[in-house]
């Protein structure tokens, strides 16, 4: 039992859950909000359109897990010091079985993503996950320890949890990017609202982490921001990105309550701009692990409550 809970927490669970919740929701909420007739399509259709979807929500999960198992690996002697009362990695958990973990999960999801979509007209999505299990690895060896690049990579693949789905929908065609439908060009848009979302929160968090973990990432010859140019630019880095997320949150308000959508704009307000202003107040008065511990706690409620949002659209026109 002791070995299965530090699996789970070697995996991350909780924010393969989140991917899970934000895959289903974009699908559920506005892909077949905005395309009502796959709900009438015939059951043939509705199967093979299912599997796909419930492939790529594995595939995602395996993928996202490999890549955590393989941080901790390579992060060994840095959690030591920033977090030795979480360690899994040669203390319940043997390193050649983390090795072997991350292997079989990478290429189960990699064998997975092949199944969901056919090569012809799909390659570019095995690709790019196939990509990204190599990413994850260079993450872990060598790019999360240089200035931003980690950081912007993490963002972007949290990016592709969403962007995966839109592009699993349509085949890579030129000829395609100028078919400018209403309901694929409504669809695009609130993929790259929610990728966009997903991206600049993550990137906020990263940096947060960063200064979380400066004690350890310093002693093991990291360059991340707070360690290269210092806390203080940090929290100007965080705070400028902060307050870019919530005018963009604001001017979407804005708009959605020219459409009379209340409900919505009051749960945007409530549950995720006053945290983000939050997130600003505490920021600058945060000066030890546990301030930036909490600041990372109230960014990752951000995220959760951002994803419930997309409820919203399954309730209005």
């Known amino acids: 039992m002791r070995l299965i809970a530090a699996f789970f927490r070697l995996v991350r669970w909780p924010n393969l859950v989140f991917i899970v919740l934000t895959q289903y929701l974009f699908e559920c909420c506005i892909y077949l909000r905005i395309y009502p007739s796959e709900n ?14 419930t492939a790529l929500v594995i595939a995602s ?12 690996y390579f992060d060994q002697n840095i959690d030591e010091i920033n977090k030795p009362e979480k360690m899994v990695v040669n203390r319940i958990i043997k390193r050649r079985w983390v090795i072997f973990w991350h292997l079989l999960l990478s290429m189960a999801g990699l064998f997975i993503t092949m199944l969901a979509l ?9 690709l790019a996950n196939m990509s990204a299990i190599i990413a994850l690895w260079f993450y872990s060896t060598n790019l999360k320890k240089q200035l931003l690049v980690g950081n912007i ?11 995966i789905l839109f592009f699993s929908k349509y085949p890579l065609h ?33 940096v947060v982490k960063d200064m979380e973990d400066i004690e350890g990432d310093r002693k093991y010859g990291c360059t991340t921001l707070p360690i290269v140019w210092g806390i203080r630019t940090a929290k100007v ?39 983000l202003m ?39 026109n």
């Not at 399509?41 to 093979?48: E, G, P, Q, Y």
């Not at 056919?118 to 095995?126: D, K, R, Y």
């Not at 060009?185 to 968090?205: E, G, H, P």
Request: with cysteine; glycine share 4%.
């Open 61 to 72: 999960v395996l993928i996202a897990a490999a890549g955590y198992i393989i941080n901790d």
């Open 174 to 206: 030129i000829s395609e990017l100028f078919q400018l439908e209403h309901h694929k060009v409504r669809f695009f848009r609130l993929t790259i609202l929610y990728a966009s979302f997903a991206f600049i929160i993550s990137l906020i968090r990263e």
């Open 237 to 275: 880095f965080v705070a400028v990105w902060v307050v870019v997320l919530i005018a963009l949150l604001i001017i979407l308000q804005i708009y959605a309550l020219g459409l009379g959508w209340w409900h919505s704009a009051l749960y945007c307000v409530l549950f995720i701009i006053a945290p």
């Open 278 to 316: 939050v997130v600003l107040k505490k920021l600058f008065k945060a000066s030890t692990p546990i301030d930036y511990h909490r600041i990372s706690t109230i960014i990752k409620l951000v995220m959760f409550t951002g994803i419930l949002s997309m409820i919203f659209f399954r309730l209005y």
């Open 153 to 163: 990579l993490i963002s972007l693949l949290t990016a592709w949890v969403i962007f």
């Open 118 to 126: 056919p090569m012809q007209g799909f390659w570019h999505l095995v």
């Open 40 to 53: 009438t399509a015939d059951r043939f259709s509705i199967l093979n359109s299912q599997w796909r979807f």
